[in-house]
């Protein structure tokens, strides 16, 4: 058995075309946005895993499950951001801590469940703990998907010119790769 074959067999998902491509053409990571494609390799184990900053937060028995396209709405996320404790409201620190406590489980719970990013491989450290996902299962297969739950928003689908189109990983890479050679050239 090849190694991609392996590797999706290890997965229980076949990996979008742009994706498979990239493995097999191009390398398992490496070169790419911000501080690049992070690299699969099979473990001693047999098993397989994504290493990079954040590659952790793939869920490997997860990743049949069809990604959920609906998210968390605005208004959910912004009643959490207001409901964020402010220092100047609390008489004492321990009073204070409590609430921020129990405000960071509120925001645990909400961005922070596995379920938010099932179907989908963590791919890309952006820098400030954001990241970069491929979506492997369901409707939105083979596209990229923004990180910024570290500023306690929700994931959201990287969009090509005109905000309108979703990118899909070939287009990401390459968009990268194109403004790559232009600041060399």
């Known amino acids: 058995m090849d190694e991609l074959a392996d590797l999706e067999a290890y997965l229980g998902v076949v ?14 990571g490496g070169a790419g946005p911000t501080y690049g494609v992070f690299p699969v390799r099979r473990e001693p184990a047999g098993t397989w895993r994504w290493h990079g900053d954040g590659a952790d937060l793939t869920r490997v028995p997860l990743l049949a499950t069809p990604f959920p396209v609906r998210r968390i709405s605005s208004v959910v996320l912004a009643e959490l951001q207001q409901s964020c404790p402010d220092e100047v409201d609390f008489d004492d620190e321990v009073a204070f801590d409590a609430a921020m406590q ?16 099932a179907g989908a491989i963590c791919l890309e450290h952006l ?3 954001q990241r970069t996902w491929l979506v492997v299962s369901g409707p939105a297969r083979g596209q990229m998907w923004d990180d910024p739950r570290s500023d306690e928003l929700d994931l959201r689908p990287v969009l090509g010119p005109g905000g309108s189109t979703p990118v899909t990983f070939g287009a990401w890479y390459l968009r990268w790769l194109d403004a790559a050679e232009r600041a060399t050239g």
Request: glycine share 6%; hydrophobic share 40%.
């Open 15 to 28: 990996l979008p075309e742009e994706y498979r491509s990239f493995l097999t053409e191009v390398g398992a």
């Open 102 to 117: 129990a405000y960071e489980e509120r925001v645990e719970a909400l961005l922070w469940d596995d379920a938010l990013t």
């Open 127 to 129: 820098g400030c703990a």
